[in-house]
């Protein structure tokens, strides 16, 4: 199994920033992408950064050039800072990873693991 504790989230004023973290632990054999993901009340889940291992990102254009992932190999960790938030960015992020992890005497598998989620509120 996986797992992934986020911290970071909180409240920020309109314009503020906010650096989540995720760090992932367990039976991890390679992590092929970490992201996060937002869901605001009575929204559905959305992307908001992906990372693969070969170092590309991904982002939605409600977000570009406002929010940056990153990662820390060695940690199994992955970053979001986030800048010049609106009140819009509202939101529960999840994060995620996508990637092979050990099955013990069956070798590896393909597994997805989410976090617990974190609040991020933004006041105008």
């Known amino acids: 199994q996986v797992q992934l504790v986020e911290s970071g989230g909180g409240l920020v004023q309109a314009g503020g920033s906010l650096r989540l973290s995720c760090v992932a632990s367990?039976?991890?054999?390679?992590?092929?992408?970490m992201g996060w993901y937002r869901q605001a009340p009575g929204k559905q889940r959305e992307l908001v950064a992906a990372?693969?291992?070969?170092?590309?990102?991904n982002y939605p254009e409600s977000v570009k050039g406002r929010f940056t992932i990153s990662r820390d190999k060695a940690k199994n960790t992955v970053y979001l800072q986030m800048n010049s938030l609106k009140p819009e960015d509202t939101a529960v992020y999840y994060c995620?990873?996508?990637?092979?992890?050990?099955?013990?005497?069956?070798?590896?598998?393909?597994?997805?693991?989410w976090g617990q989620g974190t609040p991020v509120t933004v006041s105008s």
């Open positions: 990372l693969t291992s070969g170092g590309s990102t």
């Open positions: 367990g039976s991890i054999f390679r992590l092929n992408v």
């Open positions: 995620n990873v996508r990637g092979e992890y050990h099955g013990g005497t069956y070798g590896t598998y393909t597994g997805q693991t």
